[in-house]
Every structure is written in C-alpha cells, then in structure tokens.
Nanobody, 124 residues
C-alpha cells in the first residue's frame, strides 16, 4: 500500500521560510518522479516544483523560481520543498504526489499517488 505523508507546514510571516517534507512508503521510491502541488481555496491544484526519480532534473513554475528548491533523498524515501521569501500568495494546502515514471510531469493527472496535504499560511 503506497502512502505519502507531508509535514512541515505552518504559519509564517511574509519573507520567511518553511521546509516541507514528504515521506513515502510502499513503493520503490527512485522509480517515481515527485511533485509538489499547492491548492488554494477556489483554485486549481497546480505544480510548483517537480523532480525526476534520480534527482538529477527539476522543474519549477515561474512563480517560485529562485525562491523554492525541490530535492529528494532516495535512501530516506523522502522529497523536500525548501520555500524561501514566502509571500501571502503562497498560502495553500501543499500536496506531494508520485508519478509512476521517472520523468517529470506538470499536470495533476500525470500523478498516481497523493498525500493528504499540509497547510502553509503566509501572513502579511
């Protein structure tokens, strides 16, 4: 049974930082590309960062380039999202997702497994 569990969310002031983690179990982690998808109320779930199975390639949405960094530790079955210079517009529930190929996908429908999400709130 595949499980993804996010952690690290919380309340932070604008300009602050948070590091999200997503621990995976029940899958051969290195065979899955991973992505982070925030979803704000009333908005679609959209990728902000994704990483290949081997960690050698990454993708970032324009809105987070230079502020967010995705990484993974395949020995720990964990993917991370370091978020710096946070803005109120980054407020959302952040979901991690696993894609059953090693290459990056940017659409939610390309990902098979999802975590329950972790709330990130950025105050102004």
């Amino acid at each position: 049974q595949v499980q993804l569990v996010e952690s690290g969310g919380g309340l932070v002031q604008a300009g602050g930082s948070l590091r999200l983690s997503c621990a995976a179990s029940g899958l051969t982690f290195s065979k899955y590309a991973m992505g982070w998808f925030p979803q704000a109320p009333g908005k679609e779930r959209e990728v902000v960062a994704a990483i290949t199975g081997d960690g050698n390639s990454t993708y970032y949405a324009d809105s987070v380039k230079g502020r967010f960094t995705i990484s993974r530790d395949n020995a720990k079955n964990t993917v991370y999202l370091q978020m710096n210079s946070l803005k109120p517009g980054d407020t959302a529930v952040y979901y991690c997702a696993a894609r059953l190929v090693t290459t990056i996908g940017v659409l939610p429908g390309q990902y098979r497994y999802w975590g329950p999400g972790t709330q990130v709130t950025v105050s102004s």
